[in-house]
């Protein structure tokens, strides 16, 4: 990978995406869109499928604009500050990150085209009820026979599985994991919509039996492994842009709420707690921001700083909506208010596609086998 | 009259009376015919309020006789007396109202015949009690009432407002505040339900056009609201501190037996996570305890203020740790995922002791100042005529 | 046990031993002794003894106060606040508590009132370098042979073993560890002093080279461990105290301190570090009170309450001195300045006799045993 | 002249004169002949100070250029160029003295011929460093100085100090302040050293008792003070940062290397502690990395005035993370133990950046009201005469 932009280009990409979410995803159409039944907004998509986002990694020569991580993290700075509800993690990033990843040329012609066009809604399957997001975690297995592939068992935290066109199932192989692809509406095949805390995203749970599948390329787990980075990497931008986006709010809450015949935000307290914030958006910012850097220029240090963007941007954003609640006072209580969304999408996606304490762990495994770590980059 | 006759007296009123729980609601808002006849009896006999005075429906008992009455009742399940300590409309009432209000209003708040509600919070007075902008104004024997309230709970069903209300906007905040008992069911009081972040709605908004409330209601005197508003916030205050100590969540059993289902009891960092929050709330126990006993041998505590700060820091925590023992299954909700439901419930629910009843940051001014007897900080807004000072 | 004293006796108790540390153990005091040679407050220790609290666990037939746990606490939060420098932990409450435990007439009776007198300095030895005071880390070796016992084997973290006249020891033999008495200038004793960060402490490492012992009692690692509840009692009494001292100086100098034309007391990150503190203060001293209590009253409960108070007061003290010295600001940055004593207390407190993480682990293994455990006591 | 001319000038001035480091000490405060025989010819040669003005020691470089001659210097090792960006005396003296004054002392500053040090902070001006009570009282073509400095490094050996002193006590703190340049080496100055918790002694008392300082010696005009002592800052703030992350202690590497030495590397509470604070440091890293970036591109960036905030934090856990790695070792202390040694060292020397040159409680009152937006808190002291300020 490389970084096709430049730096005037990613600006306007971000200034475009940045405009259309102020147009047209108000809090007030998430939350239209978030009590739908498939929680899709269509229009937005479409009209994100039209800049070509909804085909950002797809390359061009499958219809896509051919782009990678660091134009990724950008946009989804400002999906995620808008709490935008679209499949494109699901279908942009993570199905096409892991047909992109397959290197199964004929998948890739069949299937990204429409992904790119916004057409198709695919998602992937990748863990069970532990949600872990680990290799041990798959509970689909595939049997083959005769080259045609069966595969039964259990995925859940599956995103969109309820829309989607296309669905890819990571299924246990004498091999290891290998990808394939099924029907979505294959009989064999029960999706049973999970009831989400988080309202604007979509979940849920496949049992299959015996459904014919496709297999997708040859790369095992490692191929996976590549979708989920971008898949994180996108992550760690939306809860960068959701952290600066709640932060945002409430500092200027604190400029214009009176108290006491004051603004609360010349009280210390609320002072404070806002210079800490302000660190901790900083740091998920600059955090999100190295990680796409990295993966882009295919650095030996991407998946340490992909690590370190995944807990440190899910703890960021944990901490500053749960801290603006409090800075707000009562008015954040309320159902009415915004700020309970994006403790909501903070929850949420501290634990969607692994928990911190998994990259912590990780990161330190890294970085402690090196022989002469480098102690602060770059 | 000896302890001895006292306790024979009311074990055999109860004995002859008292035939079981029957359908009485134990709830802070709800009636019925059968829980107000029960009411009324306990009244009748003088058990509502045993240390009132005898005049006022009391038997003008000892706080030790007081609690023999109690126990009496507690002993068969039977509700109703001890009213003298936790019945805050009734209480403020006695202590700050003109007799006929007493005589109106307090035998229909012990028989349960009349409920009441809170109007003290509105958009623009939160933290800051005192800013209260809604405004009452004199007109004949009657006051006319303009304004807004939030978090009111029971206001739909509720009689009578305990109101605090603006009557002079001349003077400095403190000093232009008077105390109605407003009757809530007439035309100018609109009550809007208001949906909190964990999608219930227990609080109401309270709209007031021009709604009226008569000169007799006012207590306290008019222009005298604060101090009345003091009497009865204490009231609340121990009343809110009891409700959080029998809050049906959280206890250690629970967040093992949570830990053990998820079967991660034997993870070492959700270990010392669990050991850290029970700790807590033992911690936050034996503070109570110590306060307690403190009392009873006639030293004053400061303890006894730490517990709403002790308790937000206990429900917070638990929220986290139990969200940590889930993990994955927290991003789901509803009855099929009652575990799920309960820990995002937690979480958010715990904003109500954190900000509701005065913010964490409230509470460490007022402890910081109360009890360390650090300055106040400079109030900008204290010698200004109210008119003059900045909302929003 | 039970406990001896009525209210108002303890209430006295109390009154005398600080009106005895306001008087002859201010700071100047303390700074003296803590450089001395030997880092013991003769005078005081000697008032100590006269008043019966060098003997106060020792039972009367044998010279001493015979009170039990709940005194102790109540002594220890003023010998604590006042960073006393005496032997009072190592030879009145662990020694003397050990042989209590042993159960072992002649021992007691030859040595228990030397101790009450406070004319002997005892100390005792359980732990070596890993300094977990857990039975498994005993590595001192006894080898009986027709009854006479040889020492071999390192001891270290010993409290005020360089001046100790008597010297208790915990050796493994084949049927466990057991207490041993050894003369502590026996040629085969090699004593040498750990310098210490807190300064007010003496800390030595031991080695045993066929060093000569006396069995004591017949008792096993539960004396030990009964005698090292006393001491954890006393640990967390001391923790408490010095915990409330540095915090009531730190909100008298918030009062007193001006800077912008107002006391820094005046200022919310000052109030509200202080009220958070005073809630660390307050639960430290009901944890302490409470062990005591439970112990003295042979309460079910009262190994739980133990490890509770032990980490709760240690994490206490800690966090008061540490957040103490940033509300002081430069001025506790200073050697002259007291709070760096409470300090470096707090920190060694914090390990010695066994860590937070320790305690937490036990008190939750305790808890989480029972079947229906107490949600919160009493 | 081109970029390469110049390039081609500065290596070759540099190959006619750099013999290499030889005994010359890298040191703030430090002095010796060999040292300041260097920088003497750097500053006979115009490179100590590339980008001021022609008639001002400098050869009126543009900021691009300046980064080339300090590039060539780094090369080789060789020191005393760039002082243009960190000498903050010189820089001062540049910005706001007399021409006279800056004749006098700037060449021996930049030759490291004249020491000097700071005279802000008191024991009753700490955060508040506007209200300093030193006073300087004018003396015909002299002033008079009484008073008291703390935290001074470099107070013993210093030529000159930077004074800060008050006078005119009859206007508001700020407007009644004057900033001059002390002779040290006089019998009314007295430098005691000030021992620090660690038991070092890199700070001094400083105590005028009739000191004397040439009316000449004035910076900023008398009663501008305050605006010379917000110049002086600004240059000692951004040299504070540098130095904080030249730090020789808190790498990953080190905490690592510790954790393993002590064989717990594998302990699962241990290593989620270690990956947050190596977390905290990387993310400080990322920050200022993107702050520059940032300001290259002409964007003004709020992060840079987070960086010692964050490196507070990061020193305080880190302490407390080694602390937990090396466990009981760490009541142990001296050279025999070097080890816990440098645990606790770290442990106190982190409250030098946490209070150090502002506390982070003021830290964050600067960052929220000059990053932020938020109000500045009332202050009591403001427009009154300084006589009538409260202090203690």
Redesign the interface.
């Known amino acids: 990978m490389a970084i096709a932009t430049t730096?005037e280009e990613r600006r306007a990409i971000a200034e475009t995406v940045r405009k259309l979410m102020a147009d047209e995803n108000g809090e007030k159409r998430v939350r239209a869109v978030m009590e739908t039944q498939d929680g899709i907004d269509r229009p937005l998509w479409s009209r994100l499928a039209e800049m070509g986002i909804a085909g950002l990694l797809v390359p061009s020569r499958f219809g896509g604009a051919g782009l990678g991580p660091v134009e990724l993290e950008l946009i989804a700075e400002e999906t995620g500050a808008a709490l935008a509800c679209t499949p494109f993690l699901s279908s942009s990033v993570l199905t096409a990150g892991l047909l992109v990843a397959s290197q199964d040329e004929a998948a890739c012609a069949r299937l990204l085209p429409g992904i790119a066009a916004g057409t198709t809604i695919a998602t992937a399957a990748l863990t069970a009820e532990?949600?872990?997001w680990k290799p041990e975690d798959v509970a689909v297995a595939a049997q083959e026979t005769d080259g045609a592939a069966v595969l039964t068992g259990t995925a859940s935290?599956v995103t969109h599985a309820g829309s989607a066109d296309v669905l890819l199932v990571v299924a246990t192989t004498p091999d290891g994991p290998a990808l394939f692809e099924v029907a979505p509406r294959n009989p064999g095949i029960t999706i049973a919509a999970?009831?989400?805390?988080?309202r604007t995203?979509r979940?849920d749970r496949i049992t299959f039996n015996r459904v014919p599948a496709t297999r997708i390329g040859k790369a095992g787990w490692p191929a996976m492994e590549a979708a989920l980075r971008l898949t994180l990497v996108a992550r760690a931008g939306e809860q960068a842009g959701g952290a600066r986006r709640i932060f945002d709010m409430t500092?200027e809450y604190?400029?214009?709420?009176?108290?006491?015949?004051?603004?609360?935000?010349?009280?210390?307290?609320?002072?404070?707690m806002?210079?800490?914030l302000?660190?901790e958006a900083?740091?998920a910012?600059?955090?999100a921001?190295?990680a796409a850097l990295q993966l882009a220029l295919e650095e030996a240090g991407a998946g340490e700083a992909i690590d370190?963007a995944a807990?440190?941007c899910a703890d960021a954003f944990a901490k500053i909506a749960a801290t603006a609640?409090?800075m707000h006072?009562?008015?954040?209580?309320?159902?009415?208010?915004p700020?309970?969304l994006y403790?909501r999408r903070a929850?949420?996606y501290?634990?969607?596609f692994g928990?911190s304490?998994l990259y912590?762990?990780r990161?330190?495994t890294k970085?402690?086998a090196q022989p002469?770590?480098?102690?602060?980059?770059? | 009259m000896t302890n001895d006759d006292l306790r024979r007296e009311v074990n055999d009123w109860l004995a002859a009376h008292w035939g079981g729980a029957g359908s009485i609601a134990q709830g802070m808002w709800d009636t019925n015919a059968e829980m107000r006849a029960w009411y009324t009896k306990v009244f009748e006999a003088r058990w509502s309020v045993p240390s009132w005075p005898v005049e006022w429906f009391g038997r003008n008992l000892s706080d030790e006789q007081t609690s023999i009455v109690i126990e009496a009742f507690a002993r068969v399940g039977a509700p109703g007396t001890g009213q003298d300590r936790f019945n805050l409309p009734a209480n403020t009432l006695l202590a700050l109202a003109s007799d006929a209000l007493k005589d109106a209003l307090i035998p229909g708040l012990l028989k349960r015949e009349i409920t009441t509600c809170l109007l003290y919070s509105e958009p623009s007075a939160g933290s800051d009690l005192a800013g209260v902008r809604t405004r009452a104004e004199r007109d004949g024997d009657r006051f006319i009432v303009n304004g807004q309230k939030v978090w009111t709970s029971g206001a739909a069903t509720a009689d009578y407002g305990m109101l605090i209300a603006r009557t002079d906007w001349e003077v400095p905040k403190h000093s232009g505040l008077s105390f109605f008992f407003l009757p809530m069911k007439q035309a100018g009081v609109e009550v809007r339900p208001l949906r909190q972040i964990t999608g219930e709605a227990h609080f109401n908004e309270v709209f007031f056009t021009n709604a009226i409330v008569p000169a007799a209601n006012l207590v306290g005197g008019l222009n005298q609201g604060w101090r009345v508003l003091q009497t009865a916030l204490a009231y609340e205050r121990s009343t809110m501190g009891a409700n959080a100590r029998k809050s049906r969540h959280g206890s250690a059993d629970d967040i093992i037996a949570l830990a053990r289902a998820a079967g991660r009891l034997d993870d070492p960092l959700l270990r010392q996570d669990i050991a850290r929050v029970i700790a807590l709330r033992r911690l936050n126990a034996l503070n109570n305890a110590r306060a307690k006993a403190d009392l009873e041998q006639g030293t004053s505590s400061s303890i006894m203020s730490l517990g709403k700060l002790a308790m937000s820091r206990i429900l917070h925590e638990e929220a986290r740790v139990r969200t940590a023992i889930i993990g994955v299954e927290s991003l789901l909700a509803g009855e099929t995922h009652p575990t799920a439901d309960d820990v995002n419930f937690l979480a958010l629910n715990a904003y109500f002791t954190s900000i509701g009843g005065g913010t964490d940051q409230i509470q460490k001014n007022i402890i910081s100042e109360r009890v360390l007897g650090l300055p106040k900080e400079p109030e900008l807004d204290r010698n200004v005529p109210f008119k003059q000072v900045r909302s929003g």
């Open positions: 730096l532990r949600g872990s935290y999970l009831p989400t805390f988080d995203l979940l500092v604190a400029r214009t709420r009176i108290q006491f015949g004051r603004p609360i935000g010349g009280f210390q307290a609320i002072k404070h806002a210079a800490e302000l660190l900083e740091s910012t600059s955090a921001r190295d370190l807990f440190a609640i409090q006072g009562g008015i954040a209580f309320t159902w009415e208010h700020a309970h403790l929850r949420a501290s634990y969607l928990s304490d912590r762990e990161f330190l970085i402690s002469h770590n480098v102690s602060a980059a770059p």
